[in-house]
């Protein structure tokens, strides 16, 4: 039972996240209230928004005007709940992997990210990680990142809010490898795009989310 509402929290979580992005992406004000298709307007009902089944039944369209939205919210939604619930049990991964979720969606859209959202949260692990050697790292990272931001403006000032995240919530051995695991994946899609910028923060969240399930795969597998 416990298993099961962790499973539907996660699931309005992810769906309510990846509304909030949208609407953001579409200039949409975030407070009206009630879910409407994108396409025609028509107010959505309950039923039209369950979480993954609602996209599956309906083949990924809307049920008024038909228009296609696409099968990658279904996808996106399950793949959300899975990794949401896994991290469940590790409260600043769960949330880190939420707020960076969402910031992913806004940059890939829009190459603008709301970072301020995270300044609260950066306190937060500041004051728990105070006697953390990762402090030191944070501080490295942030001096690192302001030369490449407002010197060499190699890189977003966005970005570094979600850098100090990623070395606040991992090791330094794992942000290295979260960092390389991102300019990676980054560098392959430029190539095989052919286009020279990206928004990065989602290669920089696929890289930290890659890195800690993996982290959490092998100690739960360990003997
Ligand atoms: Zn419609």
């Known amino acids: 039972m416990e298993k099961l509402l962790i499973i ?3 699931a309005i979580l992810v769906s309510t996240i990846m509304c909030l992005a949208d609407r953001l992406n579409n200039r949409i004000h975030i407070f009206i209230k009630r879910s409407f ?14 979480p993954i089944l609602s996209a599956l039944l309906t083949r990924a369209r809307c049920r008024y005007c038909h228009h296609t939205y696409g099968m990658h919210y279904a996808y996106l939604e399950l793949v959300g709940v899975i990794v949401g619930s896994y991290l ?5 991964a769960w949330i880190t992997a939420y707020l960076l979720f969402f910031l992913a969606l806004e940059d890939w859209h829009t190459e603008r990210i709301h970072a ?8 937060y692990l500041i004051i728990h990680f105070w006697h953390d050697s990762k402090l030191l790292t ?16 190699a890189m977003g000032s966005g970005d570094i809010p979600v850098l100090l995240i ?42 930290w989310l890659s890195i800690i399930l993996i ?9």
């Open 88 to 92: 469940f049990s590790d409260m600043i």
């Open 37 to 50: 298709c994108m396409h025609c307007g028509h107010v959505l009902h309950w039923y039209d928004l369950i």
């Open 166 to 207: 990623l070395t606040l919530t991992t090791t330094t051995q794992s942000f290295s490898l979260a960092l390389l695991l991102a300019s990676v994946s980054a560098l392959l899609y430029l190539v095989k795009h052919h286009v020279h910028r990206l928004p990065f923060v989602p290669f920089l969240y696929f890289g």
């Open 215 to 223: 982290e959490k795969i092998a100690i739960s597998i360990a003997p």
């Open 8 to 10: 539907i929290l996660n």
């Open 138 to 153: 944070a501080c490295a990272v942030m001096i690192i990142s302001l030369f490449l931001v407002y010197h060499r403006k």
């Open 116 to 123: 301020n959202i995270l300044i609260p949260y950066i306190v």
